[in-house]
């Protein structure tokens, strides 16, 4: 998700970096900020400059905030800084590169049920993107059945969870889709089955289930909501809807560590997966994929047949021109590792969540929401009766080491909960888990001895009462 960045004033745009004499071989020369410096410097100082700007980043191997991939080997980074010249999009110069998805592709069909012997799908640059692609084929296909039926196509709306992750609020937006959300609730931190059928109507384009909330990990119901949704359907002219399934961390993870569970295409009413390739498929961003069940899911007037550099190609995306860096990778992964080895790395994740988890619950103050038995993820609040410091607290003093964890508060009709959320991702070994326990041990110690500073400058409190997912 790109942030929107303001133009500086023009007084403001000057020299201003500093930079070391010792880095320089050209003659001195001014580098301002926020505008093309007169000369260029040499490949080494450029470097220079920019890695001592980014010192100032957290340390992305204690960074327990983000689901995305912080660590890969040193083959795979080797095999995307050879690719990332490819234009993706370029399918008739880069053909095998083109292959590598399409093999993608079928291998996640299979990996969940898909009914064809070829499933029908694409890579994006991220869930995002693919969320998108999955309410643009839902909504068109509402569009054409309505038409079909002669019936007013001006009013679709969407039901999810108050927890979805914004992009789906972006869709709704953009599109003109009403969004329908069944609020969380005390004991309930994601999509209810029967609130969700309560809000579909005739005009309802879909449900999002989402496997794997971003607030605490838990996946959705897939399989109550396909049936509550279907005794909808049976009722005398009740709605036929569909399910998308945002799978953008489960559906990396599900398949290894609760194969039995049926969410998928196994699931008759689901009807597209999204995922991200960037979090538990182990690449770093960008990369998404969405598949469809069948052909007949994704509407043809969506598929645009591009003649693009001597050849003709369908596409069905929001972005064009990409690298093809991160399907490579992507496609190293699935040879690399097998099913055996994603089921490894997501098993030995789960294990240290459900370690860090169970030690938090024995600390004292704590009171876990989720356990890591979803996701390898887990979210905690402080005990009712803790009044002395925040979750706020404890997150900015294991800052002082270095650590993510992120604390924030919990969508409408539970936004006075405060918690705090670890996300474990391969790379994060059980040595490290046990570090971050002795540290927050230490500092609960601290902060149940010195009264903290609760109270933030009004400039800095939106940093504690909100987080991006």
């Given at each position: 998700?790109?942030?929107?960045?303001?133009?500086?004033?023009q007084?403001?745009?000057?020299?201003?970096?500093?930079?070391?004499?010792?880095?320089?071989?050209?003659?001195?020369?001014?580098?301002?900020?926020?505008?093309?410096?007169?000369?260029?410097?040499?490949?080494?100082?450029?470097?220079?400059?920019?890695?001592?700007?980014?010192?100032?980043?957290?340390?992305?191997?204690?960074?327990?905030?983000?689901?995305?991939?912080?660590?890969?080997?040193?083959e795979?980074?080797?095999?995307?800084?050879?690719c990332?010249?490819?234009?993706?999009i370029?399918?008739?110069e880069?053909?095998?590169?083109?292959?590598?998805?399409?093999?993608?592709?079928?291998?996640?069909?299979?990996l969940?049920?898909?009914?064809h012997?070829?499933?029908?799908?694409?890579?994006?640059?991220?869930?995002?993107?693919?969320?998108?692609?999955?309410?643009?084929?839902?909504?068109?296909?509402?569009?054409a059945?309505?038409?079909t039926?002669?019936?007013?196509?001006?009013r679709?709306?969407?039901?999810?969870?108050?927890?979805?992750?914004?992009?789906?609020?972006?869709f709704?937006?953009?599109?003109?889709?009403?969004?329908?959300?069944?609020?969380?609730?005390?004991?309930?931190y994601?999509?209810?089955?029967?609130?969700?059928?309560?809000?579909c109507?005739e005009?309802?384009?879909?449900?999002?289930?989402?496997?794997?909330s971003?607030?605490?990990?838990?996946?959705?119901?897939?399989?109550a909501?396909?049936?509550?949704?279907?005794?909808?359907?049976?009722t005398?002219?009740?709605p036929?809807?569909?399910?998308?399934?945002?799978?953008a961390s489960?559906?990396?993870?599900?398949?290894?560590?609760?194969?039995?569970?049926?969410?998928?295409?196994?699931?008759?009413?689901?009807?597209?997966?999204?995922?991200?390739?960037?979090?538990?498929?182990?690449?770093y961003?960008?990369?998404?994929?969405?598949?469809?069940?069948?052909?007949?899911?994704?509407?043809?007037?969506?598929?645009f047949?591009?003649?693009?550099?001597?050849?003709?190609?369908?596409?069905?995306?929001?972005?064009?021109?990409?690298?093809g860096?991160?399907?490579?990778?992507?496609?190293?992964?699935f040879?690399?590792?097998?099913?055996s080895?994603?089921?490894?790395?997501?098993?030995?994740?789960?294990?240290?969540?459900r370690?860090l988890?169970?030690?938090?619950?024995?600390?004292?103050?704590?009171?876990?929401?989720?356990?890591?038995?979803?996701?390898?993820?887990?979210?905690?609040?402080?005990?009712?009766d803790?009044?002395?410091f925040?979750?706020?607290?404890?997150?900015?003093?294991?800052?002082?080491?270095?650590?993510?964890?992120?604390?924030?508060?919990?969508?409408?009709?539970?936004?006075?909960?405060?918690?705090?959320?670890?996300?474990v991702?391969?790379?994060?070994?059980?040595?490290?888990?046990?570090?971050?326990?002795?540290?927050?041990?230490?500092?609960?110690?601290?902060?149940?001895k010195?009264q903290p500073?609760?109270?933030?400058?009004?400039?800095?409190?939106?940093?504690?009462?909100?987080?991006?997912?």
């Amino acid at each position: 998700m790109a942030a929107l960045h303001k133009r500086v004033p023009q007084h403001e745009t000057g020299t201003e970096l500093d930079i070391n004499p010792l880095y320089f071989r050209e003659k001195s020369c001014d580098i301002p900020r926020y505008r093309l410096p007169e000369h260029g410097v040499l490949p080494r100082t450029a470097l220079q400059i920019v890695r001592d700007e980014l010192i100032l980043d957290g340390n992305a191997r204690l960074n327990l905030a983000t689901f995305v991939t912080t660590w890969m080997e040193p083959e795979a980074e080797q095999l995307m800084a050879e690719c990332s010249p490819k234009n993706m999009i370029d399918k008739d110069e880069y053909p095998q590169t083109a292959e590598l998805e399409h093999r993608c592709v079928n291998i996640l069909g299979h990996l969940w049920n898909a009914p064809h012997e070829e499933a029908v799908g694409c890579s994006t640059t991220g869930s995002s993107e693919a969320c998108m692609l999955g309410g643009m084929a839902m909504l068109w296909r509402w569009r054409a059945k309505r038409r079909t039926e002669a019936k007013d196509t001006s009013r679709p709306n969407i039901v999810m969870g108050t927890n979805v992750q914004v992009c789906w609020e972006k869709f709704c937006r953009y599109w003109d889709v009403e969004p329908r959300y069944v609020p969380v609730v005390p004991g309930r931190y994601h999509l209810g089955a029967p609130e969700a059928a309560a809000l579909c109507d005739e005009n309802t384009i879909g449900v999002v289930v989402i496997l794997g909330s971003t607030m605490d990990g838990s996946y959705e119901p897939v399989a109550a909501v396909d049936t509550e949704l279907s005794r909808l359907a049976a009722t005398p002219g009740g709605p036929d809807v569909p399910i998308h399934v945002d799978g953008a961390s489960g559906g990396f993870v599900a398949p290894f560590l609760q194969p039995e569970l049926e969410w998928d295409f196994r699931i008759p009413r689901v009807v597209s997966i999204n995922t991200s390739g960037h979090k538990y498929g182990l690449v770093y961003p960008g990369v998404g994929w969405i598949i469809w069940r069948g052909e007949e899911y994704l509407p043809q007037e969506l598929v645009f047949k591009v003649n693009y550099l001597g050849g003709e190609m369908p596409t069905f995306a929001l972005n064009f021109s990409r690298p093809g860096a991160q399907v490579a990778a992507q496609y190293y992964n699935f040879l690399r590792l097998g099913y055996s080895g994603y089921k490894n790395v997501q098993q030995t994740c789960q294990d240290i969540a459900r370690h860090l988890a169970g030690e938090i619950a024995t600390m004292g103050p704590f009171e876990l929401l989720s356990d890591g038995s979803d996701l390898p993820v887990f979210a905690f609040k402080l005990r009712d009766d803790i009044t002395g410091f925040s979750v706020f607290d404890v997150s900015e003093r294991l800052r002082t080491r270095g650590w993510q964890v992120p604390a924030y508060t919990f969508p409408e009709n539970l936004t006075d909960m405060a918690v705090m959320r670890i996300v474990v991702r391969n790379g994060f070994s059980m040595d490290l888990a046990n570090l971050l326990l002795d540290d927050f041990r230490l500092h609960l110690k601290y902060l149940e001895k010195v009264q903290p500073m609760t109270q933030l400058p009004p400039e800095l409190q939106h940093k504690r009462e909100s987080f991006a997912h």
